[in-house]
């Protein structure tokens, strides 16, 4: 009784804190932030590049503009995705059914179609009047866009949207041409362009552009015989990160000159493709799964890897311990409050009353942070986001969560006995660092090979790891989802076990006397005599 009066009084009093509450709304912040911060930043974020374009060959002139366009529409066809599927979440269903078309459907083969344009051959070409189709055709076998296909394909999606739904605002495009400067024409040098516009390229000036200045992005100088004798590009741009302008325009003209060479060679570059396409499948079979049920699917795959964040949890939980019993043992020892307490308890039912109340503070912040992550990634999702189905029915089964919640107890009170032990023997933080120190080093090596155990979860090292205590509970939780070996299992367990009784009998020991000393901490030698001491 005494003990849960202990761990009761210290747990209410770390819940009490700001620093608790801080944590615990701190994390579905920063988990909200992760999900909308990438997509802010990717809409708002990079502002639209104005690129000069000089190109000595008309065709791959043209390809590359077309690329520009399909970049932009790209761009448009991800916002209007996102627009339709947050206006329509809650009637979708019922709209399809009455009009018989599948949104979701129509905009996938949209994307297809606009990749399309990426295929720069002779054949192919989306601003070529000659191949409009029936915008009444939604899903033709090749839909390639032209101008006005594209706006009315864009109009037709937006009228499945309900009554009273937002205004889709359209994106700003990813990237403008703009002529050149006043006085240089397409019969300047290249040296002559370059010179010109070496200036706005640095951010020395701003590039005069449809009556307004503007940050010049790029200047691409496409050769004469790019596609005939494969001349480089000359691509100028003070941004080496970027390169998804020049990666779509050499792709572009890289699609051409292929195709000039099927061309020449006779071979079909429809054939080409579909031959491709061809891929040989393969379905994977687990031997230690039960017979008729062997196959390999999704569930299993992210079980092999689930156990990295049970392994980096535990990782957390620790370290979120250590600061706690620390910060908790040095301040109601240098208060005297300890005193107290030691005139209403014993040291030992001190120690497991810290050691529980503390572990409950854990607890409780890591199923907050749990629930808040599973949460906000269903919430953002949707409704399609059956991989957070998965990811439960992967982690919530019997033989996996036993070995969890045991490892995790185990490994748990393994470390916290430690730190218990070491907040005892130091009157301040700074003293308790340079005991924390070695013991971050130990932590150190399971996190850094959490993610290369589940590739060989059997192997000599994972087998070796796993008996060494301070190191069991994160390598056997990272071998739980591998089946290892029963003897393993119950080895590793029945040696962890003793190993926190050890802990325990030796941090009891360490806190009977440490709690009560002032004053400089104890040599190593002085430890030892303290272990060695009759009294319990």
């Known amino acids: 009784m005494r003990i849960y009066r202990v761990a009761l009084r210290e747990y209410l009093e770390n819940v009490k804190t700001k620093g608790f509450w801080i944590g615990i709304l701190l994390f579905p912040v920063m988990i909200w932030l992760m999900v909308e911060v990438p997509k802010f930043l990717e809409e708002k974020g990079i502002p639209t590049r104005h690129v000069a374009i000089v190109s000595r060959d008309a065709e791959a002139g043209e390809l590359a503009r077309q690329r520009l366009t399909l970049l932009n529409r790209q761009k448009v066809l991800q916002a209007l995705q996102q627009h339709i599927a947050e206006a329509t979440e809650s009637q979708r269903k019922e709209m399809l059914e009455e009009q018989e078309i599948d949104a979701a459907a129509l905009l996938d083969r949209l994307e297809e179609g606009l990749e399309q344009m990426s295929q720069g051959s002779a054949e192919i070409n989306p601003f070529n009047p000659k191949q409009l189709v029936d915008i009444g055709d939604l899903i033709p076998d090749e839909y390639l866009l032209n101008d006005g296909q594209w706006l009315a394909m864009r109009n037709l999606l937006l009228n499945q949207l309900p009554k009273g739904s937002p205004e889709f605002v359209e994106p700003d495009p990813r990237f403008i041409e703009v002529g050149l400067l006043p006085g240089l024409t397409d019969m300047a040098t290249d040296a002559e362009i370059e010179t010109a516009l070496r200036p706005y390229l640095r951010a020395e000036k701003l590039y005069p552009a449809s009556g307004r200045n503007v940050d010049l992005f790029a200047l691409v100088l496409i050769p004469e015989n790019v596609l005939s004798e494969k001349e480089p590009i000359r691509f100028w741009s003070s941004n080496l990160a970027d390169t998804d302008l020049l990666d779509a325009i050499t792709d572009s003209l890289t699609d051409r000159v292929r195709q000039m060479e099927y061309d020449s060679r006779g071979i079909s570059s429809s054939e080409v493709k579909e031959i491709a396409q061809i891929r040989v499948r393969s379905n994977n079979f687990n031997p230690n799964k039960q017979e008729g049920e062997e196959k390999v699917g999704i569930r299993d795959k992210i079980r092999q890897y ?15 311990v250590a600061q706690m019993l620390l910060n908790n043992t040095i301040e109601e020892k240098s208060n005297r409050i300890i005193e107290v307490l030691l005139s209403s308890v014993t040291t030992n039912e001190l120690l497991l009353g810290k050691v529980l109340g503390v572990a409950a503070v854990g607890v409780t912040m890591q199923l907050a942070w749990i629930g808040s992550m599973l949460g906000i990634l269903r919430l953002k999702a949707g409704p399609g986001a059956e991989w957070v189905v998965d990811l439960l029915a992967a982690v919530v089964s019997p033989e996996l969560l036993i070995g969890f919640i045991f490892y995790f107890v185990t490994g748990y009170l393994f470390y916290a006995f430690l730190f218990a032990g070491i907040g005892s023997i130091c009157n301040t933080i700074k003293e308790a660092q340079n005991f924390m120190s070695p013991m971050m080093l130990i932590l150190m090596v399971p996190l850094g090979t959490m993610v290369f155990i589940p590739n060989d979860p059997n192997g000599t090292i994972a087998t070796v790891m796993s008996w060494v205590p301070p190191w069991t509970p994160f390598i ?11 003897g393993e299992i119950v080895g590793t367990g029945i040696m962890l076990l003793i190993s926190v009784i050890f802990v325990f009998w030796m941090s009891a020991k360490i806190f009977r006397i440490g709690v ?21």
Request: aromatic content about 12%; overall charge positive.
């Open 516 to 536: 009560l000393r002032t004053g400089q901490p104890p040599k190593f030698l002085e430890l030892l005599g303290w272990l060695k001491s009759s009294r319990p």
């Open 306 to 320: 689930a156990p990295v964040g049970f392994v980096y949890l535990l990782w957390i939980a620790i370290f979120t």
């Open 476 to 486: 056997m939780m990272n071998r739980m989802a591998a089946s290892p070996p029963m």
